[in-house]
T-cell receptor, first 113, second 113 residues
Framework: DAGVIQSPRHEVTEMGQEVTLRCKPI?????LFWYRQTMMRGLELLIY????????DSGMPEDRFSAKMPNASFSTLKIQPSEPRDSAVYFC???????????FGPGTRLTVT | AQSVTQPDIHITVSEGASLELRCNYS??????LFWYVQSPGQGLQLLLK??????LVQGIKGFEAEFKRSQSSFNLRKPSVHWSDAAEYFC???????????FGTGTRLLVSP
């Protein structure tokens, strides 16, 4: 099993640019989570999907952030326009069913200059 | 609202010594509790979890944790630390039957020779 795959692993962009982060969950998993990790705020849940449907997006910081899951094997997190305070490591995780382990991807380190 | 407190930001332990990482949670009922480990540049890996039953749970890599309802704690222990255990450790809490987790701020473990 390849695990959760995230791309790119590193992204450096200028303020105002659009950024798209990608995630491929583990095959067969039906829930997907996007997290953001920073030194100041730790690990925060941004949004999660169940069976491709967004269930809770209360953690999305503002309208500049959007997430989609067009099918069971792919999700995107988009930031438009990006700002320096968006610099963080963004993790994707997936799980099968409730009450089970969340499997994390390696993360995307985003730097906005 | 549920919350997790990890009071120790950094802990240094000598190789071969015992380890205890503290975790306190705030939740209205018995939650699901987790410990994750994050090595540098990596995603989070589940060490162990508590859902119900025996309050002493065993995990991978020789770790164990004990749920103490009266103290709202879920401390992580290991009898003998190895240099490869140096990493950041996160405690997380979630409501039963649900997947939305709240993470603590993490404890960074350093292992001295």
């Amino acid at each position: 099993d390849a695990g959760v795959i995230q791309s790119p692993r590193h992204e450096v962009t200028e303020m105002g640019q659009e950024v798209t982060l990608r995630c491929k969950p583990i095959s067969g998993h039906n829930s997907l989570f996007w997290y953001r990790q920073t030194m100041m705020r730790g690990l925060e849940l941004l949004i999660y999907f169940n069976n491709n449907v967004p269930i809770d997006d209360s953690g999305m910081p503002e309208d500049r952030f959007s997430a989609k899951m067009p099918n069971a094997s792919f999700s995107t997190l988009k930031i438009q326009p990006s700002e320096p305070r968006d610099s963080a490591v963004y993790f994707c995780a997936s799980t099968l069913g409730q009450s089970s382990e969340q499997y994390f991807g390696p993360g995307t380190r985003l730097t906005v200059t | 609202a549920q919350s997790v407190t990890q009071p120790d930001i950094h802990i240094t332990v000598s190789e071969g010594a015992s380890l205890e990482l503290r975790c306190n949670y705030s939740y209205g009922a018995t939650p699901y509790l987790f410990w994750y480990v994050q090595s540098p540049g990596q995603g989070l890996q589940l060490l162990l979890k508590y859902f119900s039953g025996d309050t002493l749970v065993q995990g991978i890599k020789g770790f164990e944790a004990e749920f103490k309802r009266s103290q709202s704690s879920f401390n992580l222990r290991k009898p003998s630390v190895h240099w490869s255990d140096a990493a950041e450790y996160f405690c997380a809490v979630g409501p039963p039957g649900f997947q939305k987790l709240v993470f603590g701020t993490g404890t960074r473990l350093l292992v001295s020779p």
